[in-house]
Nanobody, 120 residues
Framework: QVQLVESGGGLVQAGGSLRLSCAAS????????MGWFRQAPGKEREFVAR????????YYTDSVKGRFTISRDNAKNTVYLQMNSLKPEDTAVYYC?????????????WGQGTQVTVSS
């Protein structure tokens, strides 16, 4: 059974920080790059960041570069997203998913996500 469990979201003032966590199954986590995606109300889900399976290569969408940092702990089967200098436009439900190529999610399945709300 595929497991993708996101946590760490919350309500924060603009300029604040949050750290998101995503726990995946060992089978999934050990074999693929991992990505973070987000979806705001009324908008399509979009790619945010990805990290290679080894943790040595990362990539971010332009809107979060310099503010967000993706990392992973293979021993814990967990990927993180450290979000600093948050802006209201970062408000969305954040999801994780393995990534095979580019910025495309590998699985059609999505976890529950974690809500991030940034107030002005």
């Amino acid at each position: 059974q595929v497991q993708l469990v996101e946590s760490g979201g919350g309500l924060v003032q603009a300029g604040g920080s949050l750290r998101l966590s995503c726990a995946a199954s060992e089978h999934t986590f050990s074999r693929y790059a991992m990505g973070w995606f987000r979806q705001a109300p009324g908008k399509e889900r979009e790619f945010v960041a990805r990290i290679s399976w080894s943790g040595t290569i990362t990539y971010y969408t332009d809107s979060v570069k310099g503010r967000f940092t993706i990392s992973r702990d293979n021993a814990k089967n967990t990927v993180y997203l450290q979000m600093n200098s948050l802006k209201p436009e970062d408000t969305a439900v954040y999801y994780c998913n393995p990534i095979l190529v580019g910025d495309r999610p590998l699985y059609a399945y999505w976890g529950q996500g974690t809500q991030v709300t940034v107030s002005s």
